[in-house]
């Protein structure tokens, strides 16, 4: 908006020429889409689906980018061709759109320059744009002569309507219509292009989409393309089509030219990689190796880790590489092993700070984050201690301080050294040269196995070994901590190459959740954040911390149960959220927790703290904490497996958000006395939000009597429950092996009523009624997103019959593009392109069936609770207490 203040000025002081830095947008001229008569011929001389070489996009006059003619263009000549990209956005809000139906419900963002074609708000356009929705490609058309360095403006036909272009709509009308029209806006003197994409053209690929290949050889370090990008309001973990455009990754972008048509590389044979200026809204591509001409340039898809649109292609891609069965596995691992001990041995061996941080700034950063990570963890006092990827021993001193003993690995022999030498007054502390993956210690040895960037060197088979490995070190009842970079790298240290597997927190959670050991002891997430210190230092909120304890075969009744119904594993979390909503496992979501906030309020103040005990995926937690930014909230998780999805997607969130919304994990749901050990009177709001069903009926006046502890005098304690409806004997006996089979422990709302006024004056209302409506709203979402209409059961196999159709155009095709391959060369690239083809139809397929069973699963168990409901078995209530005065106790 910037841009158009400051053309509102110039309006305002000369003529009528105004311009504005938006995207421009277009409506149809004509049922066929196309917007001005000189579309009658279609222009497609080159290969090249996107061709911008008569264009160069430049700073303006006033300050933004525009599009400039690079040489004279003659009237009815083509300008521009491209290609667009449909994006899940709404163009009334975002101007950097175009409008991409007739209808004007679809939007999509552009190819080369065709993004910063400013408007011509006088009525004098030199372009006119042809819009073909049905193959997503455009031309833009000379509607007049051009001459060379004038810039190219279209008429915004969308300024009437689009609530974006509302400010750009009044300046155009406060503008006296006898002005004269302005001349050409003048290049800024020195003005670099912005966009170059000369080297790259792009054309459908083998797949049936669109690829960039080399217009010409390229070679290792050159310039592939520059470009600069658009901010878009759009969610980048559903929309594929955009960049991650901030250090959080919770920006996301669209690029100029050939940028956004770079395809994936699965098997680390991609040839360029991308540098971002997040604060100029830029970016540059270089060859990584040599690229051929004709090659095609591809990208390491660095977001393929976390973002959820790329779950198929990260699975396509794991797939890939296990192709041969174990052979290749462990060619691969033997592969992997080496690049992490070339990383290290070669490229950062010299035994510094900065090296072990792989950061110029690392001293600071030392003195900030050791600090963070030692108050992480638990007593060690007498303990026996492993550290496994020490390093120079930044914590190894520190650890030998206060443990009994301490054993130091790491597979650097410069830097056990180093670490010898630093530490060697601690008598205590015994370093060895090893590498962890070969490493065998006794059994029950250790109280804590700590690392600290351990094991984002090391591939997901080599993780998994060491989770078993681990829980047999350690004794029972010892921890293990660990701290990763997620989803992509922190430091700014110079990387020759980089072999590090920047994983997302809940793989390491799943990862470590499942880890059984022989005796059936396991792995209990006690505890997990991002580094506090990295985010406020560097905006960083990737760098995450774990602690787990190794419990034994006997655990916990009510930790068993969640295990084996694996109600909260990451895919079952993904499925109710299909059903209830983003962020929640528990019946009417957002409207519940507005119920919820609106009991909550008159106890809700500024400044006011709240605890939501069994917190689930953070809905109603995050919905308190959005909607009242004066207040401060707790959520407190029962499920390891929840807590971590909630830490990951927690980080993610803005720091104001993140400094007033907090998580715990209570893996005994609060009961036992090291379990919410908050001061009294520390909340004035409680929140039980459809958990107090879970406790067995001891642990109910428990967790109440702890509730009321934890309130202020006049605080409100508000429970969402399931409840019999009729009594016990009564109930039908399939909903009583349903609760059985859950884990519920019931209560008629009576006796609910009666275990509440202990503590509490009470208030209850009958919500059954929209219980079984919120019921019927679940059942409609999971015949959309599982039934027979659902798009992946639909489309699952649908073109696997028509795959040997493809071989022999595929073969034409190759041999045409490339003439001089033999024909057995030949032969073997469509028969991989096949198997590659053949696998993502498995992979649909797999997923039918996947979506078939959860069908099956989710329709079953509403139906059951539905029918409950409405005959009476099962009541659903929400009760509102509070907490009585001193006196009035």
């Known amino acids: 908006m910037r841009a158009i203040q400051r053309r509102a000025a110039a309006a305002a002081t000369s003529s009528v020429r105004q311009q504005s830095s938006l995207l421009a947008a277009w409506v149809p001229g004509h049922r066929n889409g196309v917007g001005f008569a000189f579309a009658a011929v279609r222009r ?90 049905d193959e997503d490609k455009f031309e833009i058309i000379a509607s007049r002569d051009i001459a060379e360095n004038e810039e190219l403006t279209h008429l915004y036909k969308s300024l009437e309507w689009r609530e974006c272009f509302k400010e750009l709509k009044a300046i155009r009308d406060r503008m006296p219509a006898s002005a004269e029209v302005a001349k050409p806006v003048e290049l800024v003197s020195g003005s670099p292009i912005v966009v170059d994409c000369s080297k790259v053209y792009a054309k459908k690929d083998a797949f049936g989409g669109v690829g960039a290949y080399a217009k010409v050889p390229i070679k290792k370090g050159e310039l592939v393309e520059r470009g600069i990008v658009r901010r878009l309001p759009v969610d980048g973990n559903v929309c594929p089509f955009v960049f991650t455009w901030s250090e959080d990754g919770t920006v996301w972008a669209s690029g100029s030219g050939c940028s956004v048509f770079y395809n994936a590389s699965l098997d680390g044979s991609e040839n360029t990689e991308m540098k971002r200026f997040f604060d100029e809204d830029r970016f540059e591509v270089y060859a990584v190796r040599d690229i051929a001409k004709d090659e095609e340039v591809t990208h390491l898809y660095k977001s393929i880790e976390w973002r959820e649109c790329f779950k198929d292609l990260k699975e396509l891609r794991r797939r890939s590489i296990q192709i041969d069965g174990a052979d290749i596995a462990s060619s691969d691992a033997d592969s992997a092993r080496g690049s992490f001990a070339e990383y290290w041995n070669a490229d950062h061996s010299a035994p510094t700070l900065e090296n072990m941080m792989l950061d110029s700034d690392a001293g600071t950063m030392d003195r900030l984050e050791r600090p963070e990570i030692l108050s992480a963890l638990p007593s060690l006092a007498g303990k026996r201690v492993l550290e496994l990827g020490a390093g120079i021993g930044r914590f190894s001193g520190i650890l030998a301080q206060k443990a009994g003993e301490v054993v130091a690995v790491d597979f650097v022999d410069s830097s056990c050294s180093e670490n010898r030498r630093l530490n060697a007054d601690c008598t205590n502390l015994q370093v060895m040269h090893a590498d962890v993956t070969m490493l065998e210690l006794k059994p029950n040895s250790f109280d804590l196995v700590f690392s600290n960037w351990l094991l984002m060197y090391l591939t997901d088979d080599e993780v998994r070994d060491f989770a078993k490995k681990v829980l047999t070190w350690l004794k029972p009842g010892g921890h293990l901590f660990f701290r990763e970079s997620c989803f992509h790298a922190s430091g700014n240290a110079a990387r020759r190459f980089n072999p590090t597997q920047y994983r997302d927190p809940n793989s390491y959670s799943q990862m470590f959740s499942e880890s059984v050991s022989g005796d059936g002891s396991r792995f209990q997430l006690l505890a997990t954040n991002c580094v506090e210190s990295y985010a406020k230092m560097k905006g960083n909120v990737h760098q995450m911390w774990f602690r787990w304890e190794k419990i034994g075969p006997m655990a916990s009744n009510r930790r068993m149960r969640t295990l084996q119904t694996g109600q909260y594993t990451p895919a079952h979390c993904l499925r109710y959220e299909k059903i209830y909503g983003r962020s929640y496992i528990y019946t009417g979501g957002d409207e519940v927790s507005r119920q919820i906030l609106e009991h909550a309020s008159p106890a809700l103040a500024p400044g006011s703290r709240c605890l939501d005990i069994g917190s689930g995926l953070g809905g109603t937690a995050l919905y308190f904490a959005t909607q009242r930014p004066d207040i401060f909230v707790h959520g407190v998780n029962h499920s390891g497996e929840l807590y971590s999805l909630v830490a990951g997607r927690h980080v993610k969130q803005s720091r104001e958000v993140r400094e007033r919304l907090t998580f715990e994990l209570a893996p005994e749901a609060g009961i036992p006395e090291n379990e919410l050990r908050y001061p009294p009177n520390s909340f004035d709001v409680i929140i039980i939000r459809e958990s107090m069903m879970y406790l067995d009926y001891q642990d109910k006046p428990v967790l109440l009597q702890k509730a009321s502890r934890l309130l202020r005098p006049g605080g409100r304690l508000i429970v969402v429950d399931y409840g019999f409806g009729k009594p016990d004997k009564e109930v039908n006996s399939l909903f009583r092996e349903h609760l059985q089979e859950w884990g519920y422990f019931l209560m008629e709302p009576a006796e609910q009523r009666k275990l509440l006024q202990r503590y509490f004056e009470v208030e209850d209302t009958d919500a059954t ?14 015949e959309e997103h599982f039934g027979e209409s659902a798009l992946v059961r639909q489309n699952a196999g649908k073109d696997a019959e028509q795959l040997e159709l493809l071989r022999s155009p595929l073969i034409g095709q190759m041999q045409a593009a490339l003439p001089r391959l033999s024909v057995d060369a030949v032969d073997d690239a469509v028969e991989a392109a096949m198997a590659k083809l053949n696998m993502h139809f498995d992979a649909e397929r797999a997923d039918a069936e996947v979506c078939k069973a959860d069908y099956e699963w989710a329709r079953r168990t509403w139906m059951l609770e539905r029918r409950a409901a409405a005959e009476g078995d099962l009541r659903w209530t929400f009760f509102v207490a509070v907490k009585k005065g001193v006196a009035e106790s």
């Open 44 to 133: 497609c001389s080159s290969d090249s689906l996107i061709d911008c070489s008569k264009v160069q996009a430049r700073l303006d006059a006033y300050g933004g980018v525009g599009a400039f003619a690079a040489q004279p263009i003659k009237r009815g000549e083509v300008v521009e061709r491209g290609v667009v990209r449909r994006l899940p956005v709404d163009g009334n809000d975002c101007a950097y759109v175009f409008t991409w139906s007739p209808d004007r419900s679809v939007w999509a963002s552009g190819s080369g320059c065709s993004v910063f074609y400013n408007a011509s708000l006088a009525g004098t356009p030199n372009t006119e744009m042809a819009r073909y929705f």
């Open 769 to 782: 009624e929209h219980f079984v409506r919120f019921m019927d709203e679940g059942l409609a979402n999971i």
